[in-house]
């Protein structure tokens, strides 16, 4: 099976060689390219052709909102996922605005970058769970009503996992069901919340509590 293959960019040296050092431990990622700024961070997704770029928000000559943009315009098919000290609300929506799919803060676990990497990668999208209540409040009464339907303990439970960035696989071996148990479970689940996309689960497991604590 291929790598998952990223490119960094981080103008803290120390930050990229902890990143790097994380994620070449990880069997089904690798380390494509790095850069220290925005413009050097084009230039080796230019070069490389990566699955996803790992970008800080704060880079000398070109930050990260405008990176992203750019990649984006420049560079559709690569995703974007974004590794960053910064907390503040805005900073958060103006990426996701921008095109990111993934959010994740210096602070946390490094389990969360890896998690944050393989569901950007399948196509979802991923927010560190320190910071999803500040950024995916339920926005209507719509949303508030979804967070009260009644799931069952196994669908809350996959529902949970998934909300956290755990693949079907993970949350398989967790609960000590089979991969098409857990698909069957999540579709279900999903249908009865009329929950069409993640960013919608994320707002459900925020009304919930489910982003505040590990399942």
């Known amino acids: 099976m291929a790598k998952i293959r990223v490119v960094l960019a981080d103008d803290h040296p120390v930050v990229l060689a902890g990143m790097k050092a994380l994620i070449e ?18 230039q080796v997704l230019q070069a490389q052709a990566p699955d996803i770029a790992i970008i800080d928000i704060s880079m000398p000559e070109m930050g990260g909102i405008t990176l992203a943009n750019r990649i984006v315009a420049e560079h559709a098919a690569i995703k974007i996922l974004v590794l960053t000290a910064q907390e503040d609300r805005a900073y958060v929506q103006q990426l996701l605005s921008a095109g990111a799919r993934g959010y994740v803060l210096k602070r946390s676990a490094a389990e969360e970058l890896i998690r944050a990497i393989r569901t950007v990668h399948a196509g979802g999208v991923y927010i560190d769970p320190a910071i999803a209540d500040k950024v995916l409040a339920p926005k209507n009464a719509e949303e508030h009503a979804a ?48 929950l069409g996309n993640r960013i919608d689960l994320l707002r459900l497991a925020v009304a919930r509590g489910w982003m ?3 399942p």
Request: charged share 30%.
């Open 25 to 42: 431990a990880s069997p089904d990622i690798e380390v494509a390219g790095e850069s220290h700024n925005g413009h050097a961070a084009l």
């Open 147 to 194: 967070s009260g339907i009644a799931l069952s303990e196994r669908e809350e439970e996959v529902l949970k996992l998934a909300a956290l960035g755990w693949t079907n696989r993970e949350a398989a071996e967790k609960l000590g069901i089979s991969v098409k148990t857990v698909e069957f479970h999540k579709a279900a689940a999903m249908k009865k919340a009329d």
């Open 212 to 214: 505040r604590k590990e």
